[in-house]
């Protein structure tokens, strides 16, 4: 960009078809452009895409209505109030509403330039926490061998460094190492990053393992969630539904457990285990997004709060209240908390590192304090 902060494009699909691919790409972002055709408008998969937006946290973003070119200016001011319209409740009702046309070039300017500006305002991904970068991608190069791509939600990556590939635990070493096309020695969280990786095939690698160094994060097959349960969504959710759970580059089935209801009705909220037939890498506050197989198939999303749990007795006053401490406490009583359900035998510093959002140096400090 013209101040010299680079920017990482991350294309996802527009069609509903593809919605789950749209899911995956969105998950490491940190600047949404809503992108709307001016001779089509406002689409229903476009309402499914601000949606899953909206459930993954997303802070920022600008809309974008492209092929201008093609409508008359009557017809593009009702484009812009329908959009108007669609972004009054979500974090885009302030957002810049940009129009341009890429055959004619009015317009590219101005969104070269917004982008610049809003960059600015992105809050920098840490790199002290865990190194985590699900895959998005596997691919071999000739002379290179195996390739992974995705995004680093956190942490850092160096080149030469052994790396593990979650769930199946198979480890390699970073042979090579490109942050946007271009070879490093080290990349870091907010990055999209190429890693050449030796000692692994390809074929022992699936779009939504997750990259990370050795016996630093467990895979898990169930969470304590608390779940969002979207207005438009057809019918009530009943307890032990299954739907198809997504997170990072991951897709899997999820078996829903309410804890504390027997359904929640459109527009509710409440706290959930889910029990995926897949396992999956996740840490606490990770947002997920929950589909079906209807007309409208994004029904949901919501946030981790425990990646380790046991099986839970449900109604349970107990259960609810570490839950409750779980999504509205500090990381401080989060760490207690976990100390405390430990009991006699205690904890390890790696399994408080897989079930508390903080960088292992924080967890440290708390601790030396807590002592």
Sequence with gaps: LPSGIRLGIIDVPGHERFVKH?????????????????????MPQTKEHLDICKLLKVKKGLIVLTKIDLVERELLELV????????????????????????????????????DHLSKEIEERSSDGLFRLPIDRIFVMKGFGTVVTGTIVSGKLSLGETVEILPSGLEGKVRNLQVYNQPMEEATAGERAA???????????????????PKTLTPTSLLDVYLEYLS???????????????????????????????????????????????????????????RGSGAIQTLGGGVVLDTHPIKHRRYSPPVINDLILLKDGSSEQAINQYILRSGIAGISFGDLLNRVAMPPNEIQTILRKMI
């Design 232 to 290: 438009i969504a057809p019918r009530p959710l009943k307890h032990r539904t299954q739907q198809r759970f997504h997170m990072g580059t991951s897709s899997t089935t999820a078996s829903i457990f309410l804890l504390d209801r027997e359904e929640l009705a459109p527009g509710e909220e409440g706290f959930a285990q889910l029990r995926l037939e897949r396992s999956v890498v996740s840490f606490p506050q990770d947002r997920f997004v929950i």
């Design 80 to 115: 812009r109030e329908e959009v108007t319209d669609i972004a009054k409740d979500t974090f885009l009702k302030d957002a810049p509403i940009l129009a341009v046309s890429s055959l004619t070039g009015e317009g590219i300017p101005q969104l070269i330039s917004t982008l």
């Design 22 to 42: 749209m899911v995956a790409g969105v998950w490491g972002i940190d600047l949404v452009a809503l992108i709307i055709a001016a001779d089509e408008g406002v």
């Design 195 to 213: 890693v050449n990786l030796q000692g692994i095939e390809t074929s022992a690698i699936e779009r939504g393992d997750v990259l990370v160094h």
